[in-house]
């Protein structure tokens, strides 16, 4: 990637189809929500799709899934594909993995071997999604395996659309990403980049006192966010 031929890098994009098998029961039901609720028909590209588009307007894009089998039930896809699609497009495309903190050590294992055999420069956790608050303890075996790489841990924060006007959101519980979570971790863990994706709150000027911490302004409400963030 030559940077100074790009005009911006999207920090936060999703891969939602990279091994191109059927999604597992209910998955199409819960994309298809999800494409109303972003206005979205073509919610899942392919990672080759997503490359070209950023490519054609010089832009790099990060780009990871989201390993939430335990909590929703629906495969993983693999971290290792992504990150070797990603290496196919390295122009454009920044890998980062995603590990279910339920995982453990397992998952601690599994984080140093990607950031090591598959270039993977970051992780992506969506606490909604995955069903757990960013300060558990049973997370901090991962977040060591992250912040001794000195790789970015990127935490969804806020509303979700996954899920939405689906019965009972589909499970999906916005407890979890309420950001005040994650004061613990840049707390505990001040040599981790921790981003937090999308305006939220509480906490939106707070977080400001870490130096660890920084924010992305994408929002996840279709019709953008409230005035209260647009003013600040
Ligand atoms: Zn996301």
């Given at each position: 990637m030559n940077v100074k031929e790009l005009v911006a890098i999207d920090i936060h994009t999703h891969a939602e189809e990279p091994c191109g098998t059927h999604p597992d029961d209910g998955y199409d039901d819960l994309q298809a929500a999800m494409a109303v609720y972003f206005n979205?028909?073509?919610?899942?590209?392919?990672i080759e799709e997503t490359a070209s588009y950023y490519r054609e307007r010089k832009i790099g894009a990060v780009i990871f899934p989201v390993d939430a089998e335990r909590e929703t039930g629906y495969r993983r896809y693999p971290n290792e594909e992504v990150a070797e699609k990603a290496a196919a497009n390295s122009d454009v495309l920044i890998p980062f993995a995603s590990i279910d903190p339920a995982k453990g050590k397992t998952g601690a294992r599994e984080a140093r071997r990607l950031i090591r055999d598959f270039g993977i420069r970051g992780f992506k956790f969506h606490p909604s999604m995955q069903g757990f608050y960013p300060n558990d303890r049973s997370a901090y075996v991962l977040y060591e395996a992250i912040a001794e790489a000195r790789v970015p841990a990127l935490f969804h924060t806020g509303q979700t659309g996954v899920g939405s006007g689906m019965p009972g959101g589909?499970?999906?519980?916005?407890?979890?990403?309420?950001?005040?979570?994650?004061d613990d971790v840049a707390v505990d863990f001040p040599e981790m980049p921790i981003i937090l994706a999308?305006?939220?709150?509480?906490?939106r000027r707070k977080h400001c006192r870490w130096p660890n911490i920084s924010r992305t302004s994408?929002?996840?409400c279709p019709a953008g966010p409230p005035n209260t963030f647009r003013r600040s």
């Amino acid at each position: 990637m030559n940077v100074k031929e790009l005009v911006a890098i999207d920090i936060h994009t999703h891969a939602e189809e990279p091994c191109g098998t059927h999604p597992d029961d209910g998955y199409d039901d819960l994309q298809a929500a999800m494409a109303v609720y972003f206005n979205q028909p073509n919610n899942r590209p392919t990672i080759e799709e997503t490359a070209s588009y950023y490519r054609e307007r010089k832009i790099g894009a990060v780009i990871f899934p989201v390993d939430a089998e335990r909590e929703t039930g629906y495969r993983r896809y693999p971290n290792e594909e992504v990150a070797e699609k990603a290496a196919a497009n390295s122009d454009v495309l920044i890998p980062f993995a995603s590990i279910d903190p339920a995982k453990g050590k397992t998952g601690a294992r599994e984080a140093r071997r990607l950031i090591r055999d598959f270039g993977i420069r970051g992780f992506k956790f969506h606490p909604s999604m995955q069903g757990f608050y960013p300060n558990d303890r049973s997370a901090y075996v991962l977040y060591e395996a992250i912040a001794e790489a000195r790789v970015p841990a990127l935490f969804h924060t806020g509303q979700t659309g996954v899920g939405s006007g689906m019965p009972g959101g589909a499970g999906i519980r916005l407890k979890y990403s309420n950001p005040m979570f994650v004061d613990d971790v840049a707390v505990d863990f001040p040599e981790m980049p921790i981003i937090l994706a999308h305006p939220s709150f509480p906490g939106r000027r707070k977080h400001c006192r870490w130096p660890n911490i920084s924010r992305t302004s994408i929002s996840t409400c279709p019709a953008g966010p409230p005035n209260t963030f647009r003013r600040s």
